[in-house]
């Protein structure tokens, strides 16, 4: 017996010999510190001093969203390229970008020596068409006597045509180079065209100098019209089936991210792009001037209200980047467990809630003081530690 229990003294010592054992003692010891816990216990100072209040949850009708991103753009109507249709040397221009300019507004002045041969080939067919006219009308009074044959009178009449043809061309031709119409009626002949604006708005683009030969095909200015700006958004295709006409839309310009503009959606494209997103067109609720052009833009579309599990915002806490509510727990007074859930949809104070699988049906939850029991857990947990 004495044998037995000198052997199993040995053992003993020889396990708490073995390397490590220490050290696996002294984890073991020091594990429960570190665990973090979930739960909140107030004394009743502590629960009136933090102003707790708790209630279920809320059904609310949210709007469901879509998030896309897109620019403001421009109407392809309200953005004009200007051309010297005829071309010319650059005589006269004092544009600047982000200059305003009216509708009829010279923008340059350019010179052509084809304009010159182009005037009196209008001048004389004026003057030709004058006689031929006179001639029509000779034919016509000596046809309805008899006089002469009826082959004088088509010729006459043939005439008159091809000049009233000739006279409109050459008219057309010098009204779209810009050359003063009254000037030339009166007799003037210029070898210079003004370039107008066809429309009101700002300069954008200014390719042109005094004394530059420009081309008929090469642009010289480049006009914007802000005043009816809209929202190109891309939705991705998934998304799509939930987008609808005249979907109220809320977006931010990076550029001004503290103002929120509303929209609606207007025409939605029938064609999936190569980066899997379908172009979203929208029209702005009401206009606002501060908006640029190529603006970049963070847009929510609400795709429609449905009933959600809600609670109110300052119920839900957020914490390293994830969020929780506070439960109460039914077998104590005070108490109160730490949930990790889901945010969905936060709308008029109000944010939808998802639990976890886990949890229970028909629980209460702090809503008013939930940061204050933030606060004691964290602290409780940095004491232990």
Same mark, same amino acid.
């Given at each position: 017996?004495?044998?037995?229990?000198?052997?199993?003294?040995?053992?003993?010592?020889?396990?708490?010999?073995?390397?490590?054992?220490?050290?696996?003692?002294?984890?073991?010891?020091?594990?429960?510190?570190?665990?973090?816990?979930?739960?909140?216990?107030?004394?009743?100072?502590?629960?009136?001093?933090?102003?707790?209040?708790?209630?279920?949850?809320?059904?609310?009708?949210?709007?469901?969203?879509?998030?896309?991103?897109?620019?403001?753009?421009?109407?392809?109507?309200?953005?004009? =390229? *200007?051309?010297? &249709?005829?071309? %010319?040397? $650059?005589?006269?221009?004092?544009?600047?970008? #982000?200059?305003? /300019?009216?509708?009829?507004?010279?923008?340059?002045?350019?010179?052509?020596?084809?304009?010159?041969?182009?005037?009196?080939?209008?001048?004389?067919?004026?003057?030709?068409?004058?006689?031929?006219?006179?001639?029509?009308?000779?034919?016509?009074?000596?046809?309805?006597?008899?006089?002469?044959?009826?082959?004088?009178?088509?010729?006459?009449?043939?005439?008159?045509?091809?000049?009233?043809?000739?006279?409109?061309?050459?008219?057309?031709?010098?009204?779209?180079?810009?050359?003063?119409?009254?000037?030339?009626?009166?007799?003037?002949?210029?070898?210079?065209? =003004? *370039?107008?604006? &066809?429309?009101? %708005?700002? $300069?954008?683009?200014?390719?042109?100098?005094? #004394?530059?030969? /420009?081309?008929?095909?090469?642009?010289?200015?480049?006009?914007?019209?802000?005043?009816?700006?809209?929202?190109?958004?891309?939705?991705?295709?998934?998304?799509?089936?939930?987008?609808?006409?005249?979907?109220?839309?809320?977006?931010?310009?990076?550029?001004?991210?503290?103002?929120?503009?509303?929209?609606?959606?207007?025409?939605?494209?029938?064609?999936?792009?190569?980066?899997?997103?379908?172009?979203?067109?929208?029209?702005?609720?009401?206009?606002?001037?501060?908006?640029?052009?190529?603006?970049?833009?963070?847009?929510?579309?609400?795709?429609?209200?449905?009933?959600?599990?809600?609670?109110?915002?300052?119920? $839900?806490?957020?914490?390293?980047?994830?969020?929780?509510?506070? /439960?109460?727990?039914?077998?104590?007074?005070?108490?109160?467990?730490?949930?990790?859930?889901?945010?969905?949809?936060?709308?008029?104070?109000?944010?939808?809630?998802?639990?976890?699988?886990?949890?229970?049906?028909?629980?209460?939850?702090?809503?008013?003081?939930?940061?204050?029991?933030?606060?004691?857990?964290?602290?409780?947990?940095?004491?232990?530690?």
């Amino acid at each position: 017996m004495k044998n037995i229990a000198f052997a199993l003294l040995l053992a003993f010592a020889a396990a708490a010999c073995k390397p490590g054992a220490d050290k696996e003692a002294g984890e073991a010891a020091e594990a429960p510190a570190t665990e973090e816990t979930s739960q909140v216990d107030l004394t009743q100072a502590q629960y009136e001093t933090a102003g707790i209040e708790t209630a279920g949850f809320s059904v609310r009708k949210l709007s469901g969203t879509v998030a896309a991103n897109g620019v403001i753009d421009i109407p392809p109507q309200n953005l004009v =390229s *200007i051309s010297a &249709p005829l071309g %010319g040397f $650059v005589r006269k221009s004092e544009l600047l970008q #982000g200059m305003k /300019v009216q509708k009829g507004e010279v923008l340059a002045v350019v010179e052509n020596p084809d304009f010159i041969p182009m005037q009196q080939d209008y001048l004389e067919t004026q003057g030709k068409l004058e006689y031929a006219g006179q001639e029509y009308q000779r034919q016509s009074e000596l046809s309805k006597e008899n006089v002469n044959a009826q082959k004088a009178l088509q010729q006459a009449s043939s005439e008159l045509k091809v000049l009233l043809a000739r006279l409109a061309g050459l008219k057309e031709r010098i009204r779209t180079a810009g050359i003063d119409m009254a000037g030339l009626e009166k007799g003037h002949i210029a070898s210079t065209a =003004s *370039i107008r604006s &066809p429309i009101a %708005g700002s $300069v954008t683009v200014v390719n042109v100098n005094l #004394g530059k030969y /420009v081309n008929p095909t090469d642009v010289m200015f480049e006009i914007v019209d802000t005043d009816h700006l809209h929202v190109e958004l891309a939705v991705f295709e998934q998304d799509i089936p939930k987008v609808k006409l005249g979907q109220l839309v809320r977006f931010r310009v990076s550029n001004n991210p503290a103002q929120e503009d509303l929209a609606k959606v207007y025409l939605i494209n029938q064609k999936i792009n190569d980066d899997r997103t379908v172009r979203v067109h929208c029209h702005l609720e009401s206009e606002d001037h501060s908006l640029l052009p190529q603006n970049f833009v963070k847009a929510v579309i609400e795709t429609g209200a449905n009933p959600v599990n809600a609670l109110p915002d300052e119920a $839900v806490v957020d914490f390293e980047g994830k969020s929780y509510v506070f /439960v109460k727990d039914p077998k104590k007074e005070r108490g109160f467990d730490m949930v990790e859930v889901s945010r969905g949809i936060s709308e008029n104070g109000f944010t939808e809630v998802k639990m976890p699988a886990t949890a229970k049906e028909n629980s209460t939850f702090v809503v008013k003081g939930a940061y204050a029991l933030l606060s004691k857990l964290k602290n409780a947990d940095e004491e232990e530690h």
